[in-house]
Every structure is written in structure tokens, then in C-alpha cells.
């Protein structure tokens, strides 16, 4: 089940300060989505530029803990 563009999904290097989007050059940050893989409960985040739709990932990875969704 694949959502959203097909394109490749490319790369950023994590240094400095990532705000500039390396295909089109637009420097006001990206917008963020996230795959998540339900069998694991852990998602990898996703950043995509506003201006060219480019999809970049950082290995940036968030869980979220099972005994949180029913509450204590
Ligand atoms: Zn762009």
C-alpha cells in the first residue's frame, strides 16, 4: 500500500541546519509525514518539500508504546 508520490525518495545529510530543500533550493523547511509499520508499532519520519513534493528521509525513526493507546 503505497501513499502519496512514487518517486524515489532521496536523502538528506544530517548537518547544519536542514532547511533547504537539495532539489529545488527552497529554504523554508519541508513539511513531514510518516510511514508507519503497524506490525512493530514504529514509524520512519518523512520530510517533503512544499515546493517540489520531493520526499527525503533521514532514518529518523519514532515509536509509539502500546499501553499508551488504552489509556492507564
Ligand atoms: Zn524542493
Known amino acids: ?3 502519496g508520490s512514487k518517486k ?4 538528506i545529510e544530517p548537518q547544519g541546519e536542514i532547511y533547504k530543500c537539495p532539489s529545488c533550493g ?3 523547511g519541508f513539511h513531514v ?10 514509524g520512519e519520519v518523512y520530510l517533503i518539500c512544499p515546493n ?4 527525503f528521509r533521514m532514518g529518523w525513526m519514532i515509536s509509539i508504546p502500546q ?4 489509556g492507564a
Open 1 to 3: 500500500m503505497e501513499m
Open 8 to 11: 524515489e525518495i532521496g536523502r
Open 26 to 28: 527552497y529554504q523554508d
Open 33 to 42: 509525514s510518516f510511514r508507519w509499520n503497524q506490525e512493530v508499532s514504529e
Open 52 to 55: 517540489c513534493h520531493s520526499r
Open 67 to 70: 499501553g499508551q493507546k488504552k
